[in-house]
């Protein structure tokens, strides 16, 4: 299952990589505008309101996750480096495990920068966004909506229902994809190999 897990995710990874630039591209003088001109900040009224809505709500995770997003990259990027050049199971497995330590170390030194930023940043950013775009009421509708209980009783069971869904998948396709995973390995260890050769 870790390899179709995997696959589906460096897919969606990708999907929305090409959306984002797809969408930088087309906004970018745009969005290069509205940094020129910065959005008033919101009355006393719908800051209260906006406070309340980041107690729940965390637009900021999208960043902590592209910090940490590298810590991914070089374990798995490791991984398939050994891999290539064959390095035996036992030596794999010492390298992978020192590689960590240097990875962990970054993710305990750069997530409380990122995180610290990111809690100084929210408001002052998100703030005006919200403030022009939903009124007191709308922010008030909004701010129940966010702590509804039965929106927390739903996203409980999300896990679950990702992973009904995952099961299903596996037994259906599993076969097929890990053939397909196999075959790209194979290929993608080949040309590093023969590149790696080349002098």
Same mark, same amino acid.
């Given at each position: 299952m870790t390899a179709l897990r995997l696959s589906f995710t460096q897919v969606a990874l990708a999907a929305v990589l090409a959306a984002s630039l797809s969408a930088h591209a087309q906004t970018a003088p745009a969005a290069s505008a509205a940094a020129q001109a910065p959005l008033p900040a919101p009355d006393p009224e719908k800051q209260k309101i906006i406070?309340?809505?980041?107690?729940?709500?965390h637009p900021e995770v999208g960043v902590l996750?592209?910090?940490?997003?590298? $810590?991914?990259?070089?374990?798995? +990027?490791?991984? !398939? #480096?050994? =891999?290539?050049?064959?390095?035996?199971?036992?030596?794999? *497995?010492?390298?992978?495990k020192d590689i960590s330590t240097d990875v962990q170390k970054y993710i305990d030194t750069t997530t409380p920068i990122a995180?610290?930023?990111?809690?100084?940043?929210?408001?002052?950013?998100?703030?005006p966004i919200l403030a022009k775009n939903f009124t007191v009421e709308e922010l008030r509708q909004l701010e129940a909506m966010l702590e509804s209980p039965l929106k927390a009783k739903f996203e409980k069971l999300v896990p679950e229902m990702e992973? $009904?869904?995952?099961?299903?998948? +596996?037994?259906? !396709? #599993?076969? =097929?994809?890990?053939?397909?995973?196999?075959?790209?390995? *194979?290929?993608?260890?080949?040309?590093?190999?023969v590149a790696a050769t080349v002098q």
């Open positions: 406070d309340r809505i980041l107690l729940v709500f996750q592209a910090v940490q997003r590298p $810590a991914l990259d070089a374990m798995q +990027q490791s991984n !398939i #480096a050994l =891999q290539t050049a064959h390095v035996p199971a036992e030596k794999k *497995e010492k390298t992978l995180v610290a930023s990111a809690k100084k940043q929210t408001n002052p950013s998100v703030g992973t $009904a869904v995952g099961r299903k998948v +596996q037994a259906d !396709i #599993a076969s =097929q994809v890990n053939q397909n995973v196999k075959a790209m390995t *194979e290929a993608v260890g080949t040309k590093l190999r």
